[in-house]
């Protein structure tokens, strides 16, 4: 199978069920960033350490995050073509719930609002959750021209969250000082 097709040479794209769509439509523009999105990911599964966060952990974010593609990549009327495993990611909000608290206990209380840096892992998370905030964005622009499935919007809320926690907790269990925003007189 050829990597090229030559169908998006006229600037169109074809979305799950074969309707073609401009590349600047709002469903290709939100799922181009949750592939940079799970791109920063893969970055982030290089430099994250135990206890934080473990590959495992990662790696099924980087399976949700496909599956959320899938779902923007198929028209509303057409999510029947998804199936059970291609239309819920695996991560229940719950679960996610419980690990940010879990992180957020590895960190001492905020003070002050937080600059991404510290350590390599914490910086690549901030990089994620900025990533992932702007997917965000994406979905809702989407969600105001078309109807949802709303665990999209949900997921990424939650796991932008996430990241900020699990940013924290590798400058915190690395030994590493928060970088704190103090205002400049």
Same mark, same amino acid.
């Given at each position: 199978?050829?990597?090229?097709?030559?169908?998006?040479?006229?600037?169109?794209?074809?979305?799950?069920?074969?309707?073609?769509?401009?590349?600047?439509?709002?469903?290709?523009?939100?799922?181009?960033?949750?592939?940079?999105?799970?791109?920063?990911?893969?970055?982030?599964?290089?430099?994250?350490?135990?206890?934080?966060?473990?590959?495992?952990?990662?790696?099924?974010?980087?399976?949700?995050?496909?599956?959320?593609?899938?779902?923007?990549?198929?028209?509303?009327?057409?999510?029947?073509?998804?199936?059970?495993?291609?239309?819920?990611?695996?991560?229940?909000?719950?679960? +996610?719930?419980?690990?940010?608290?879990?992180?957020?206990?590895?960190?001492?209380? +905020?003070?002050?609002?937080?600059?991404?840096?510290?350590?390599?892992?914490?910086?690549?998370?901030?990089?994620?959750?900025?990533?992932?905030?702007?997917?965000?964005?994406?979905?809702?622009?989407?969600?105001?021209?078309?109807?949802?499935?709303?665990?999209?919007?949900?997921?990424?809320?939650?796991?932008?969250?996430?990241?900020?926690?699990?940013?924290?907790?590798?400058?915190?269990?690395?030994?590493?000082?928060?970088?704190?925003?103090?205002?400049?007189?």
């Amino acid at each position: 199978m050829k990597l090229y097709t030559r169908t998006g040479d006229d600037g169109s794209s074809g979305l799950f069920g074969g309707e073609r769509v401009s590349k600047s439509h709002l469903r290709l523009v939100a799922y181009g960033t949750l592939d940079e999105l799970n791109s920063v990911m893969g970055l982030l599964l290089l430099h994250a350490t135990a206890p934080c966060a473990t590959q495992e952990t990662l790696q099924r974010i980087q399976h949700d995050l496909f599956v959320l593609g899938a779902i923007l990549a198929t028209p509303a009327n057409r999510q029947e073509l998804l199936g059970a495993r291609m239309s819920t990611p695996t991560w229940a909000l719950a679960d +996610m719930e419980a690990d940010i608290d879990r992180l957020t206990a590895l960190a001492p209380p +905020m003070t002050a609002f937080v600059l991404p840096g510290g350590t390599s892992a914490s910086a690549h998370a901030h990089l994620a959750r900025t990533v992932c905030r702007r997917a965000e964005r994406e979905v809702v622009a989407l969600t105001h021209e078309e109807p949802l499935n709303p665990a999209v919007l949900a997921y990424l809320n939650r796991l932008s969250d996430w990241l900020f926690a699990l940013a924290r907790a590798e400058n915190a269990t690395a030994g590493v000082p928060d970088i704190q925003w103090v205002p400049k007189d």
